[in-house]
């Protein structure tokens, strides 16, 4: 028996979880804890936050310790946090983790991994049926931030993947119609930037700016899902440039055998998804409408997939025997 201690560091919370794992089988979570993100000041003070609150297991006694952090990673050891005030550096210090078994990830690249998972399969809510077909998958979630990630197969028959990590999201936008460009005005003005992207329209502060401008109430993201539901012009909106980040990143990779949804926008508001303009966007293109439609699509529904798809790099690393992961490179 072999102990797994992973995280998912976003922008919002911090998610830990301990996980078992035997060889052949799926890491077994054990325990998790919650901290919120902007609550803490570096790595060292939200592993002593973990620590306070009971881990039953020192994290220097982990066999495997899988960080997944919002943020490009370099070199596996360090990162500097997307939306947090604090950087990771493992060579400067580790905050009292082994750190010749200690790695970072990047957090859709945990995301993407976990929805490989059994209990994300069993999890999900088809969108599109699709043609299941071997391929790269992709993997999109809208949640502080807009997370992306694409899973290359190794080989035909392998059930493996390559992870190919991506900062998409900050990748600019397509506004199409008046009325949206009306919209990318509100946005300009109200964030400062030449343009619009992902992580400021497919997410939640996207989401209020959406709000705002749709109806005039500035409410906070958790306050607008209260707020809207199936029927809304802010539902029909979001879903709609959501198809559309989706349908662009598919087009990018290549993403023939599928689609996972994820992100905690998503996950809490599956109507976002499950919405008509989600699919009629998506499909909305000249040359390959036709394949996009055959594109496998689901919503994959735990809360906690990127904690699993970390915990899931873990177990790869045990079970390919490694016993010192400093000098491997995972980005």
Known sequence: MAYILAADIGGTNSRFGLFAHSPGQDPELLESFDVLTDSVSSLEHLLLRIREGGLSLDPMDADQVVLAVAGPVRDGVSCSLTNASWDIDLRESTGGLPFERTVLINDFVAQALGCRTRDAAGSSISIQ????????????GPGTGLGLCALAPLASGCPDFLALPSEGGHAPLAFVTEREFEFLRFLKDRTGHSHAFGDIVVSGRGLVAMHLFLTGRDLSPAEVAREIGPESETTAWFARFFGRVCRGYVLNVLAWGGL??????????????????????????PAYGHLLAEVPVRLITIPDTGLRGAASHGRSLLDAGIKDVSHIFVR
């Open 129 to 140: 049926k699709g043609v299941p077909r071997s391929g790269v998958v992709a993997a999109v």
């Open 260 to 285: 996972d949804l994820c992100g905690g926008i998503a996950v809490k508001n599956p109507f976002f998804a499950t919405h008509h303009e989600f699919l009629r966007e998506f499909c909305d293109c």
